[in-house]
């Protein structure tokens, strides 16, 4: 195992970072080596998203494995932020309005996804080891679970989705990252499935979630790909995946780390929010007085 | 030009925000209604998260009061003792309507309470409003001369406490301006708004006090609800974004200066037919909303912070 030394955050996380191989390379064959163009991304008074790019080098391949009629070597990237739980949350017809009725709590929901790819990765992989490695937005390693409506308009929809979720909160939980091919279509598994694709539509439309990204081969042994950071996301470690694939193998893969930090100004506001709330509460209202009263002296009349 | 957002964690225009803010402030020195339920929507249409559009308004909402107060104040048109007496029902109100709220939110009902409340408060008080002013205007135009709201007293008024409020040309029972402070104080915490598109109309139509102290005494009342609900929700839900709530509060004065400028020099009742308007109209577009099937019917709700 190739191991750098291990990261700390804040400040000292530029100078050292963690790459792992998560496959013990054979002393033949194929080597993957990686890196970040950045390991460590700001948010100042500015920031409007970021990009970095994420690139690597292959080798060690036999002259029979790089002829042009063996089969193509392909690379996926897989970028996954800090997770958080969130509320799913379905509006129903109650009476005359719309109002939301089921909600199903989704954990350990990444805030920000994203994946690159040489081509699409149902091509490249069985759906099988995408499952296993929780690659793509229809894999993620999402767990479901019931919240307790106690005002409930319509039992029948409770019910149906009781089958997939039969055990009692607060314990249970459902991972629903690929309903298993043997499994039947119960209802119960297709309103869940609706509320995972919510997720993903959802998280989508603000761009953190992404699955459109390329790999490109600069050079027969030299890939790279561009990752791009909406504004919105939240700051903590993104873990950065990248595979190596041939004929539906996968033959190697590394694991690094990037950092995303609120300083300045903005990050300063950020901790005293949440670590001094009352403190910030009355600064927020001595603002607002201030501010009120300065204008009033501006405008009053002469 | 943008910047970046703490705690709403987005990169907004800056004019685009100092546009919102002094729509909002001149909604407010004007009516003496905080905005708030104008503010939300606006800020969540532009893609704030809505407990911070919520929090962050209210600390927003503060700023405007306090110019458009003390703007009114020079004018000489805020009754202080009136005011008084409305923000001390105002602060029990409050605290009541929190406790209301989390028993809601137990209940799983608390959106469709608030969705609501919105549309019945506006709807009725926009209708009535309109009527009553479309009704002054109307005589006013005709041969009659215009009869001053503030002459007729009503059984109310006869109640016990009785006071003087020499800003507002009445004597009457202490009782009602404070229950009117409390129901204020309650769908504010409920709604999240300042109240004043209840207390505005209340006053004028209930206490029977003249229109053109009724906005700034709203004001006055408005900047004590605003503060507690500032720093209850900064502390309880750290949800309050300063930067964001800066640059709202820039456009936010300079526009409640102007509307407190405006509002003097128009006459009462085409005052309160504007308003009348404007709420019939908000509330005409959330029932609008809550009965029909919305496009997206999924929608998330972040729960748990991501863990650093």
Redesign the interface.
Known sequence: MKRGMIAN?GAFAREVVLIVCLFAPPAWGLDLETDLSTHYIE???????ASLTVFGSLSGQTAEEESPDAPKLDVVVVVK??????????????G?????GT?V?A?NVP?FYFVASTRPVDEIVDRALLDRYHIGLDHLDVKFSKRV????PNPEAEATIDEVLPFDLPTSESRISAAPISAPATPGADQLK??QQ??V???SARNAYSDKGTVTFVRPHLFRAEISIP??????DYGTEVYVVRGRQLLDAEYTVFFID?KG???K??DM??KN??G??????A???I??????LA??KR | MLIYLPIAEISFNVFLLLGIGAAVGFLSGMFGVGGGFLMTPLLIFNGIPAAVAVSTGANQILASNVSGALAHWRRRAVDLKMGTLLLSGGILGSFLGVFTFQYLRKLGIIDVVISLAYVVMMGTIGSLMLYESARAILRARGSAPSARVGAHHSWLHGLPFKLRFPKSRLYISAIPPVMLGVFAGLLAAIMGVSGGFFLVPAMIYILRMPTNVVVGTSLFQGIFLMTTTTILQSTANKTVDIVLALFLMVGGVVGAQVGAAVAQKVRGDYLRAILAVIVLAVGVRLAFDLTIKPHELFSLDLLKRPVR
């Open positions: 955050n948010i100042r008074t500015t920031f409007r998203g932020g800090p997770t958080e739980t969130l509320a799913i949350r379905r509006k129903q017809e109650t005359p309005i719309w109002a939301n909600s709590v954990s805030s409506q106690v005002a409930e609706q509320f919510a997720l539509r959802l998280l504004s919105t996301v939240p700051e903590g609120k100004l903005e990050g506001v950020f929010a949440q709330p009352f910030y509460g009355l600064l927020g209202v603002i607002a007085v501010a009120g009263w300065l204008s009033e405008f009053r």
